[in-house]
């Protein structure tokens, strides 16, 4: 239940993000749908948690499932605040819709046609988030929507994707589905830039600062990582810092509205990019303070639709010496990097113009199936345990260890 609230929440948020990108009310109302789920699923952990607390000692341990469970709903209440810029018409600039075609991951969406490379074929057998970089977060068929979305959903013509993911597949996900040429919305160039300009900018940078510091609070409680977690409070602290910033930029933007009434929307996006940076910091408070966590939160996370994974650079390895942007993990694997730590110290959201370097640990996070593809990059072969049923890593180049 715990996996499944996770992937809940992420999905909430994904198609909240989607909403506001295409205006779509459908979508947004599909989100408050989801709420109703995700209430249910920490209804249920909730009776589970109280009985399974038979000691003082597990009472201990459960309440580091208590606070996960609660961070999560945190963030599915944030997506709904979201879907509700649309539903209830509270106002986004168009110019915000255009800079979100700039953030780190964006939305798209793309009708399936009749004889086209993607027409009754499963998800699983396409692999999407290893050839194109993009996930399906939910499917439209005529009036239904599907957002338990799994690999063996088989695609049909008519049907229309809402995906994930990164810019750089949109032009080979279209040409899968047999999909026109795609031009994302550009606004004219401007000399000026006004203050709703500032505040759009601000918003784009706080939407990526919040997903990257959950994905590192993940990392976080899985990897037991008391560097990441210091680095998602660090996010925050930025979070409260931007979210001031941006009320300035809408109040001064607002002196130049002739209805300031359209401007709402943006500080409400604004509150909730810092409720999901808050929700982000609640669980790694766990690891900060070096409470004891219940080994069902490791479980959990790793069994979901998306792993947190560390893999190190290796020696003469694929990635060694090359940049992010040559490399393009996200298309290749799947997976999108969170942070890189070098010599003790954490280098999150890295540009694409970062080079790897021998000895460096990715932190990344992505469908189970691009695991193994990264690893093979990174000089390692990818092996299960026959007796734990748990991944390891073996060196694939010569004279290479695991520390």
Not at 14 to 25: E, K, N
Not at 164 to 190: F, K, N, W
Not at 322 to 343: M, N, V
Request: glycine fraction near 8%; proline fraction near 4%.
């Amino acid at each position: 239940m715990l996996s499944e609230a996770k992937d809940v929440s992420e999905l909430m948020v994904d198609l909240a993000y989607a909403a506001l990108w295409f205006s779509d009310p459908d979508m947004a109302e599909e989100v408050e749908d989801l709420e109703d789920r995700l209430s249910a699923l920490v209804h249920e952990m909730l009776a589970v948690c109280v009985v399974a607390a038979r000691s003082p000692r597990d009472a201990d341990a459960m309440a580091s499932v208590l606070q996960v469970i609660a961070a999560i709903e945190r963030i599915g209440n944030a997506a709904v605040d979201i879907s509700r810029i649309v539903t209830r018409r509270l106002g986004i600039p168009r110019a915000l819709v255009a800079d979100l075609a700039a953030a780190e991951e964006v939305s798209h969406r793309v009708r399936i046609r009749d004889g086209s490379d993607m027409a009754h074929r499963s998800l699983a057998d396409l692999e999407l988030p290893t050839e194109v970089g993009m996930r399906v977060v939910a499917i439209r068929r005529e009036r239904d929507w599907i957002t338990d979305v799994a690999g063996d959903h088989v695609l049909l013509p008519g049907d229309v994707l809402f995906l994930q993911g990164t810019s750089a597949g949109i032009a080979a996900l279209r040409t899968l589905a047999g999909a026109p040429d795609y031009e994302p919305p550009v606004l004219p160039e401007d000399a000026a830039v006004t203050d709703v300009d500032r505040a759009i900018d601000v918003l784009v940078e706080m939407k990526n600062i919040s997903e990257v510091a959950v994905g590192l609070a993940y990392s976080a409680l899985v990897l037991r990582d008391a560097g990441l977690a210091a680095e998602v409070s660090h996010l925050e602290d930025r979070l409260d810092e931007m979210k001031e910033r941006l009320e300035l930029w809408v109040l001064r933007g607002a002196h130049d509205q002739i209805d300031p009434s359209t401007l709402r929307g943006l500080l409400h996006l604004g509150q909730a990019a810092e409720e999901i940076g808050d929700a982000a910091q609640q669980m790694v408070w766990l690891v900060e303070q070096r409470e004891e966590l219940h080994p069902i939160i490791t479980l959990a996370l790793g069994h979901a639709d998306e792993v947190v994974v560390r893999v190190p650079v290796a020696a003469g390895s694929a990635v060694d010496g090359r940049s992010l942007g040559a490399l393009s993990l996200e298309t290749a694997t799947g997976f999108y990097l969170l942070a890189i730590r070098r010599g003790g110290r954490y280098f999150y959201r890295p540009r694409r113009d970062v080079v790897l370097r021998a000895d460096d640990e990715l932190i990344a996070t992505g469908p189970d199936e691009g695991h193994g593809q990264l690893a093979e990059l990174c000089g390692y072969r990818l092996i299960e345990d026959d007796e734990t049923g748990e991944d390891e890593l073996q060196p694939a180049v010569p004279g290479v260890g695991v520390d």
